[in-house]
């Protein structure tokens, strides 16, 4: 009897552990002690380190410091003792202004607390340990692989002159905090839909929501008859295992229309999966392959 009670005991304790996961703006306010929900309080200044050194313009700067707009995105457990904070650091200008240039990425940071008498105990800091996005943005979301097992999720993508792609990159944590290099990274959006006036009414045929348009010029059509036309978009899933990150795939849907010697090819349907095993630490193709290009 006293062996059940004691069992129940430590089950019950480590369910209040799991319990005690704080909010991230808690969190924060570890992090960054004048942080404050609101314009002026999301403005901070952090170190300089190689990842920021990435961000469009600071090449050029030796300063040992820059303002960002932090903003917390989840916190998460990654042990009974270890708990992590993920926040996106977006560049500001001197007056707090953001920096949302085309070619300005978003930073992701992971702040890693420990207990301590007083509570959760700032032990780590990775600000940024990437840079991804464009205008200062990217959508950041905790994903997780198995039970206990999260990762970091970054989905972004951008338009140039017509041609449009999307990405995902899968971060994972080791013993130190986020691993610098992506477990998974993948395009997953193609479309030049917007480029070439002729590719809409050419992948019509397998994709109906697609109009075809008479605002282009007879040049501007002759141009996408020479080039190959596509609209893919891939969905991405974890597989639920019983033991480790489960399978990733990402399943694409779409239209595509080659060109054959400047001579423009009947529009085919694009139906097909890959397949991805997590080994040591990183995905790795197992199957398929991926049919948007990135442009």
Not at 154 to 178: H, M, R
Not at 233 to 251: F, H, L, M, N, S
Request: net charge positive; glycine share 10%.
């Amino acid at each position: 009897m006293r062996y059940l009670v004691f069992l129940l005991f430590i089950c019950g304790f480590a369910h209040a552990q799991e319990e005690a996961l704080p909010a991230p703006e808690e969190l924060m306010a570890l992090a960054f002690p004048k942080w404050t929900d609101d314009s002026d309080g999301r403005l901070q200044t952090i170190k300089v380190n190689a990842v920021a050194r990435g961000w469009a313009g600071a090449g050029k700067s030796r300063a040992a410091t820059r303002q960002v707009i932090v903003q917390p995105k989840f916190a998460t457990r990654l042990g009974p003792k270890r708990i992590a904070l993920i926040a996106t650091l977006a560049p500001a200008y001197a007056d707090g202004t953001p920096d949302t240039s085309h070619a300005q990425p978003l930073g992701i940071a992971a702040y890693m607390f420990t207990p301590s008498k007083a509570g959760w105990k700032l032990s780590t800091r990775q600000e940024p340990f990437a840079l991804h996005g464009f205008f200062g943005a990217a959508d950041i979301s905790e994903l997780q692989l198995a039970p206990g097992h999260p990762a970091v999720l970054a989905e972004y993508g951008s338009c140039w002159q017509g041609y449009c792609n999307s990405w995902i990159t899968l971060y994972d944590f080791d013993a130190k905090g986020v691993r610098a290099k992506p477990a998974l990274q993948q395009t997953v959006e193609a479309q030049n839909t917007g480029a070439l006036a002729g590719c809409p009414g050419r992948l019509a045929a397998v994709m109906p929501t697609l109009r075809p348009v008479s605002d282009g010029t007879e040049e501007d059509f002759r141009k996408a008859d020479a080039q190959r036309c596509i609209s893919v978009k891939g969905a991405v899933q974890v597989a639920q295992a019983e033991r480790g990150p489960g399978d990733i795939t990402i399943e694409f849907t779409g239209g595509r229309s080659e060109s054959v010697r400047g001579v423009p090819q009947p529009a085919e349907a694009v139906a097909q999966k890959m397949r991805f095993v997590y080994r040591a630490g990183k995905y790795e193709v197992e199957a398929g392959r991926n049919p948007a290009p990135a442009f």
